[in-house]
């Protein structure tokens, strides 16, 4: 066999089985502050970030299927390669078969293919389907890309529209990530189905956050959507990655998924200060995370001294 071969298999055999490996990377994904795991690129990652929707999730799998598959087809092929290489070298058949046809093999390798795509076919069309269906959801954002910021506006939230810029390096805080933390990160709850309504002030940019699934260009003049419903709360990084100028690389997005009552309370507090003309307080999510720990921290204490009493 092959150097060039060998070397193929290993690199697809190694892929394959970080693949599989993947899911229990998403255990060792740092907390911010307020406890939220991160969602953001690690180094020496080798595949997708741990998927964190069910979109997502749908298509890590489906990925990692269609790697199973051509795992297959090559191995078969670079047997078959082999195989022929060894059986019928020269020094084995000096005078060649003049064989041209053999209608079994002609229809195996005919039919084979068809029924492996149509193995791929029903799958693919599954997760379109899932990924256009826009349906009841909980609440719709719309995202406008500018050169280069973006632009949220909370369709059901009455004057609750703001901008989301990096942060400059020169002013982070401990936690937060170069060119993906922002000043105003769009906030949603958590297990509830959000539709992003997508468009564009000026050129062409793209939503991406890659860990839920999330990715739709941004055009002027037309309105593209995309779904998505995520796990757990926590904090999710994506960025525009359709070049659109210069400053394309100052265009990260930030999302952060909060529990039910604490996303409310956070939306009440950006509806009042709507009401005045100011846009939500930075970051203003984890204030309403530590005290809700500190609430649960008070509540669970008496337990937590009767049990050390009880021990004395």
């Known amino acids: 066999m092959k150097q060039s071969t060998k070397y193929g298999l290993l690199a697809l055999g190694l892929i394959t089985a970080a693949a599989a490996a993947h899911p229990a990377l998403a255990a060792s994904l740092p907390k911010n502050s307020a406890g939220f795991t991160v969602h953001a690129p690690q180094p020496w990652e080798w595949w997708f970030q741990p998927a964190a929707s069910p979109i997502q999730k749908s298509i890590d799998w489906m990925m990692q299927f269609v790697l199973w ?5 090559v191995l078969l092929v670079a047997g078959l390669l082999a195989y022929i290489m060894v059986k019928f070298r020269a020094s084995v058949h000096p005078v060649p078969s003049t064989t041209t046809h053999n209608t079994l093999i002609e229809v195996i390798w005919t039919v084979a293919p068809a029924l492996l795509l149509i193995v791929i076919f029903v799958p693919s069309l599954n997760m379109i ?7 009841h959801p ?26 989301s810029y990096p942060i400059p390096p020169n002013q982070l805080k401990p936690g937060e990530i170069k060119q993906l ?8 709850p958590a297990n ?12 062409l940019h793209s939503f991406f956050i890659p860990s839920l699934g999330v990715q739709r260009y941004a055009i002027p003049g037309q309105y593209w959507h995309q779904w998505t419903k995520i796990d757990a709360p926590g904090v999710y990084y994506g960025e525009c990655n359709q070049i659109c100028g210069m400053n394309h690389d100052n265009m990260p997005i930030e999302i952060v998924a909060l529990p039910m009552a604490q996303f409310q309370a956070w939306l009440a507090e950006a509806k009042a200060d709507a009401a005045q003309g100011d846009v939500p307080p930075v970051h203003k999510y984890e204030v309403l995370a530590e005290a809700a720990a500190a609430k649960a921290a008070s509540i669970a204490q008496p337990h937590l001294a009767l049990a050390s009493n009880a021990s004395n």
Not at 129 to 135: D, E, I, M
Not at 181 to 188: E, K
Not at 193 to 199: A, C, G, N
């Open 69 to 73: 598959i051509m795992f297959g087809v």
């Open 129 to 135: 389907y899932q990924q256009s269906n826009y349906k």
């Open 138 to 163: 909980y609440m719709t954002v719309k995202v406008t890309g500018h050169q280069w910021y973006w632009e949220y506006q909370y369709l059901g939230a009455k004057g609750v529209d703001f901008t």
């Open 181 to 188: 933390s922002v000043d105003h990160p769009l906030v949603v």
């Open 192 to 203: 509830r189905k959000i539709v992003f309504q997508i468009t564009s002030g000026d050129v």
